[in-house]
């Protein structure tokens, strides 16, 4: 068959057998086509080698295919995925996803010396978007998170997310794209903070924090003469992290101050910063996650914007199946929507009550 090794694949190449993981899940189907994120992909789950359309790996002598099928060298990664759901990544949803975070890390590695390719950008968010419908907040994963890669998964899925709530909060449909790119570019003043503050583990002492805080009056000036997004996308840049009572940064602005972009970016952005796994830090769970956000919409969040969110990400089918705090595995049977992050669920035959039981929580979806 035509196999060659995984370091010599080349992205435009042709699967013509599915990639199947050691533990036998499907990771690649026949017939994709191998983009540069791909490979990184394939060298995570430890692949050696994959059959290639045209590929001349069944006429190599015996010595070159044994060295063929060394161990690959080690890439630091790691997966949010289980082996069990590998199959359902495997959708233009994810592949557009990709292709979206490689050309978000290509643009921000420019960014502070040259124009963002923003034409190019706003294509692919386009065909992102138009994959929207198979896109669930609380249900989405990447196929592999590698740690230097945290903050531009955390931009892709904030545009995702944005994009979903301006539509929940009936947002006129000419605003819906461009709220998108304001999740997409809100942190983009980044690119000119030192990457070791924002990669640190430790506290950070009161100068580096007023670093780190600058970013946002960065990613406005570098926004500033942008073409094809308007004020609002630059203001969410510089708002984000303002409060709605006044004790947000950088200019301690309140209310109907905040601009309506910054006010749902500013929800994405926290979801999706307390889901992502970090190198030291691991990912939490999403419902406890929006308990936070509701906790938090008690004067330093938009409550509208937040309560919309939460009901309509939590509004799962009956049956949908979970994996609790406790490791425990079951499907949830009823939700009261006063308690949306808190559904009855059955558990090995028994149902189990998590309003009234609240050391457990709901740790994943699984399906």
Partial sequence: ??????????????????????????????????????????????????????????????????????????????????????????????????????????????????????????????TLISHLKDYHVLKFAPRVLFEQDYNYHKSVLSALTSYKIAQWCGQPQKDWMQTAFAGLLHDIGNVKVDASLLQKPTPLTADEIDEVRRHTTYGYQLLRNVTAINEGVRLAALQHHEKIDGSGYPLRLEGSQIHIYAKIVAVADIFHAMTLEKAYRKAQSPYLVLEQLLTESFGKLDPVIVQTFIQKTTDLYNGTRIRLSDGRHGEIIFTDRSNPTRPMVQVEGIIVNLMLERELYIQEIIA
């Fill in 1 to 126: 068959m035509p196999s060659i090794s995984v370091g010599e694949v080349k992205p435009g190449s042709k699967i013509i057998k599915d990639v199947v993981t050691p533990l036998g899940g499907v990771l690649f189907t026949k017939g994709k086509i191998i983009l540069p994120r791909d490979i990184e992909i394939l060298q995570a789950f430890l692949i050696q080698q994959i059959e290639i359309e045209g590929a001349q790996g069944e006429n190599k002598a015996p010595e070159t295919a044994k060295a063929a099928t060394k161990q690959p060298t080690p890439v630091k990664a790691r997966s949010l995925i289980n082996e069990s759901q590998l199959a359902k990544t495997n959708s233009p949803l994810h592949d557009e996803y990709e292709k979206m975070m490689a050309l978000v890390k290509k643009s921000y590695a420019s960014a502070a010396a040259a124009q963002l390719p923003m034409l190019e950008l706003r294509s692919q968010l386009e």
